[in-house]
């Protein structure tokens, strides 16, 4: 199984600052054969599902502000959110859908400093 | 607009059933992998099963195999969890989602609110 472990487990920035979220993979989740990084971000607000951000490991999901960006490849990811908004305050999780079983990471509860 | 809407958490003593359904609307249903994954209470969020556009392909987390089943009906535009031998580690928010186009390899684009299956005596 890939495990996905996240960094760090919780998070404080003030408004309007830069927020990074790091997602190590256990083993790459790169796939030669289309040079694509199966992984995705989500943002998880209580009381509420999973929202899908971002895919391929850079693709912004439609609807989702340009504030937030993903980036990195193989084994090592990163989730950037340039300016931090009230309405960010979230749990952060990254999934790998490279291989079966597929997995999250641990989560990143972001607050405001 | 894309709906997903699960049905039929509850609570269920230890060894019990349950099924759960999942109502989809605002897509072809049959142009999509589903999937299952569940959240215990203060938890994480884990995979739980995946199954094919036309139900030839079904995945499963070790943990449940051979206890939950994953099933859907085209008719009814309904996705399907039929869950045996429950246990207290089974407790969780259960959702169901829609798998982006193509394989069982793509991300989860829509969710439902998910249904919380409480197992206890």
């Known amino acids: 199984d890939i495990v996905m472990t996240q960094s760090p487990d919780s998070l404080a920035v003030s408004l309007g600052e830069r927020a990074t979220i790091n997602c190590k993979s256990s083993q790459s989740v790169l796939y030669d054969s289309n040079d694509k990084d199966y992984l995705s971000w989500y943002q998880q607000k209580p009381g509420q599902p999973p929202k899908l951000l971002i895919y391929?490991?850079?693709t912004r999901e439609s609807g989702v502000p340009d504030r937030f960006s993903g980036s990195g490849s193989g084994t090592d990811f990163t989730l950037t959110i340039s300016s931090l908004q009230a309405e960010d305050v979230a749990v952060y999780y990254c999934?790998?859908?490279?291989?079966?079983?597929?997995?999250f990471g641990q989560g990143t509860k972001l607050e405001i400093k | 607009e894309v709906q997903v809407m699960e049905s039929g958490g509850g609570l269920v003593q230890p060894g019990g059933s349950l099924r759960l359904s999942c109502a989809v609307s605002?897509?072809?249903?049959?142009?999509?992998?589903m999937t299952w994954v569940r959240q215990a209470p203060g938890k994480g969020l884990e995979w739980v099963a995946s199954?094919?556009?036309?139900?030839?392909?079904?995945y499963y987390v070790d943990s449940v195999k051979g206890r939950f089943t994953i099933s859907r009906d085209s008719a009814k535009n309904s996705l399907y969890l039929q869950m045996n031998s429950l246990r207290a580690d089974d407790t969780a928010v259960y959702y169901c989602?829609?798998?982006?186009?193509?394989?069982?390899?793509?991300?989860?684009?829509?969710w439902g609110q998910g249904t919380l299956v409480t197992v206890s005596s």
């Open positions: 391929w490991a850079s």
């Open positions: 989602a829609r798998v982006q186009t193509g394989t069982v390899y793509r991300t989860f684009d829509y």
């Open positions: 999934q790998q859908y490279y291989s079966l079983p597929l997995t």
């Open positions: 199954i094919k556009q036309d139900g030839s392909e079904t």
């Open positions: 605002g897509f072809t249903f049959n142009n999509y992998w």
